[in-house]
């Protein structure tokens, strides 16, 4: 999903989305049953669009696995194009570790806890079709999951 605009965060402290790796995955893969949900968030907000940096080795096998490496190199061109901005995340490693610990029945794991920590920083919006995981996160009011479930 090639886009043309930077995102920065002068916006006078707007919230942002953060994308997990499900967003990024159905946003790239047009066949994905969430492919149009997703491009449809991200159409209905101005952004900006945070990656997760502990997010990019997860997506970028998964794209390369199952995409190829032409899809992968559409990715890396949105991210250096400033299309989505990645955030490193190491002022939520300490965030990123209680979440990790809380929710180990639910083997959150590292990255899923990283997406959340950074959302929590940034206005709590985070595109995901996991709800598995981040529905429970969400249900404790920590973080809005888009789009929203339906049920």
Known sequence: MQKTRRHG???AGAPVITLDTTALYALLNRRDRAHQAAVQALEAD???YLVPAATLGEIAFLVE??????VLDLLLAD????AYTIDCGETDLARTRELVARYADLSLGFVDAAVIACAERSGG???TFDLRDF???AA?????VLPAPTQ
Not at 79 to 82: A, H, K, P, R, V
Not at 140 to 144: A, K, L
């Open 135 to 137: 529905g429970v996160v």
């Open 79 to 82: 991210l250096e194009s400033g």
């Open 125 to 127: 919006r985070v595109l």
């Open 140 to 144: 404790e009011g920590t973080i809005t």
């Open 9 to 11: 965060f002068a916006s």
């Open 46 to 48: 101005p952004g900006p």
């Open 65 to 70: 696995d199952r995409l190829g490496v032409p």
